[in-house]
């Protein structure tokens, strides 16, 4: 099989030239292309964790944008890109951003998808209804904040001693939903200020509730019934 060889077939080069001139043009012209694809893309990801980042002080923002259609004629932009998304959409999952150039009329759509996630506290292994939480079925984890529907946990500490009131799987964001600190018909402690002196006395809880809830609990002595604050898995306060 014969070999072209531009040194060799003298009447040639100008031919082999001018295809090496445009080969070298071609793949200089997908380089620019492609670098400008790149310039927007990057423009677009920078613009939207400005708009972002001040949406939660512990809430990671992740933003991936889709690549734009290389066949796309991107024009050099000397005066540099502007950026613009809905306010309104910058809630969402996907974003869509307009890209547009000052000198002149062009303009083009890229779309992003935005996650966001928050560290929080995570079951470790299957959990069944009843037990009671310590720091071996627990561990931290960064969780999509859309699948945290009520309030989560940040701190293992703060959750050791609470009971599941359900089967939860591996993995779980631990809600308040999901559990109890202190569960009706528990025997918890009372605590009251009275005149400066902390009263105590023991109690039977009448309804489930985390800390923070306020729920119903009856002295266990005189078995009147009084609205109390969950302090803790074993105590809850009685404002007088």
């Known amino acids: ?3 072209v060889n531009c040194q060799i077939l003298s009447r040639n080069i100008v031919g082999c030239a001018a295809m090496l001139l445009l080969t070298a043009f071609t793949a200089e012209a997908a380089t620019t292309s492609k670098s400008q694809h790149q310039k ?3 423009g677009a990801k920078a613009y939207l964790l400005s708009r972002l980042e001040s949406d939660s002080a512990d809430t990671k923002v ?7 259609d ?3 004629s991107i024009p050099s932009c000397p005066e540099g890109f502007s950026y613009d998304a809905d306010q309104a959409s910058l809630s969402q999952s996907y974003i869509s951003v307009r890209v547009s150039c000052r000198n002149n009329d062009w303009y083009l759509f890229t779309s992003a ?14 959990i069944s209804p009843g037990t009671i939480l310590t720091s071996e079925n627990l561990q931290a984890a960064d969780i999509d904040v859309n699948r945290l529907r009520h309030t989560a946990y940040t701190d293992i500490d703060g959750l050791v001693g609470a009971r599941m009131k359900r089967r939860v799987r591996d993995g779980q964001p631990v809600q308040s939903n999901m559990l109890c600190f202190v569960c009706k018909g528990d025997r918890i402690t009372i605590s009251a200020n009275v005149s400066g002196m902390q ?12 800390v923070g809830d306020t729920i119903q609990v009856v002295n266990a002595s005189s078995q009147k019934a009084v609205i109390a604050e969950v302090a803790s898995a074993q105590e809850v306060v009685v404002s007088l």
Not at 199 to 210: E, F, L, N, R, S
């Open 199 to 210: 009263v105590k006395t023991a109690g039977i809880a009448k309804q489930d509730g985390v």
């Open 62 to 68: 992740n933003v991936d944008i889709v690549d734009i």
């Open 70 to 72: 290389e066949r796309i």
């Open 113 to 126: 998808h935005v996650n966001r996630t928050r560290q929080v506290i995570v079951t470790s292994g299957m």
């Open 1 to 3: 099989m014969k070999k």
């Open 40 to 42: 927007v893309q990057d």
